[in-house]
């Protein structure tokens, strides 16, 4: 898939946008890219959703928010009902629309955890969905103050909902930039720059510095999986990069991505993607290749 970076700018009156469009259905093969932060409503339609390395069907209404530079995209299969047309609202924004300060108050704590979640991409289910969905309608007849209000009860919505799934791997977007995890962004720095390498355990451990055991205890806590699974997402994440580029082929991308085996690679591309490479390429490309040679 081609990438395209996107660049929104926002009227002089505005600090943010809100608009509303009618979906074409088609099946778009572009891989969109942009500074800007997005909350997507997507109703009446069924589809797939393509979120960093991400690849999903949705069906019905489709709520997603992603962060900067998350590359995405959705093919668009049919509308579900014939007689009303494909919606999308889509809000473009930055998390200090309102300034800094707002996000460094006690308030502002689930906000800027939700904030770093988006930059593997958010869906959102549940009530959550329902609520959001009045208030992105509303709020595109609205100006001003009260647009603004609007938007972070928006955002407090969102924040606050426990009915959510985080899409990408950690390749397509590093994450955390505040608080606590300014301290584990040099262990993310470290493997993010040399994940082709070995990495030992006990050369990240050093860069804290923490003995070993003291730093898995502290990576676990703060990440939810050990540095072994989480150096394989990384790398996992980076040859699907590859892959869907189309510029390599297996073989290449596991050995562009850390691994000297191909067995293993094999094996771990399908623990984390639930696919071989070679079928993560077919169910990528599969829309491409079968116009192509129709």
């Known amino acids: 898939m081609q990438y395209i970076y996107e660049n929104f700018t926002f009227p002089a009156d505005q600090s943010f946008t809100v608009r509303s469009d009618v979906i074409e259905i088609k099946k778009y093969t572009s891989l969109k890219s942009h500074i800007n932060f997005e909350i997507a409503l997507l109703e009446n339609c069924s589809g797939k959703r393509f979120i960093g390395d991400h690849i999903q069907e949705f069906e019905g209404t489709e709520l997603v928010m992603l962060g900067s530079y998350l590359p995405h995209c959705w093919q668009y299969y049919k509308a579900l009902d014939p007689m009303n047309q494909p919606q999308a609202t889509v809000i473009h924004f930055f998390p200090d629309f309102l300034g ?15 904030f770093i979640k988006a930059a593997k991409g958010i869906s959102f289910s549940g009530s959550a969905v329902t609520r959001a969905k009045i208030l992105m309608k509303e709020m595109l007849f609205e100006t001003g103050l009260t647009r603004a209000a609007m938007m972070l009860q928006l955002l407090d919505i969102l924040a606050q909902s ?3 799934k985080v899409l990408s791997s950690p390749y397509f977007n590093t994450i955390e930039n505040s608080g606590e995890a ?3 962004n040099k262990v993310f720095d470290h493997i993010f720059n040399n994940f082709r390498e070995e990495i030992t355990l006990q050369e990240v451990a050093d860069i804290l510095p923490m003995s070993p055991a003291a730093f898995c205890r502290f990576f ?3 990440t ?3 540095l072994l699974d989480f150096i394989k997402e ?3 994440g980076h040859a699907a990069k590859l892959l ?7 073989t290449e991308a596991c050995y562009h991505s850390g691994y000297n085996n191909i067995s293993n690679f094999n094996k771990h591309f399908k623990d984390i993607k639930g696919l071989s490479p070679r079928d993560f390429v077919k169910q990528y490309r ?7 040679l129709a």
């Open 234 to 236: 990384v790398r996992i």
């Open 100 to 114: 800094q300060q707002l996000l460094e108050k006690p308030e502002a704590k689930q906000l800027n955890e939700m």
């Open 162 to 164: 426990d009915s959510y």
């Open 244 to 250: 869907l580029e189309g510029k390599h082929n297996v």
């Open 224 to 226: 939810n999986r050990t």
């Open 182 to 184: 300014q301290k584990i």
């Open 286 to 292: 599969g829309t491409e290749e079968k116009e192509a």
């Open 220 to 222: 676990k806590s703060k």
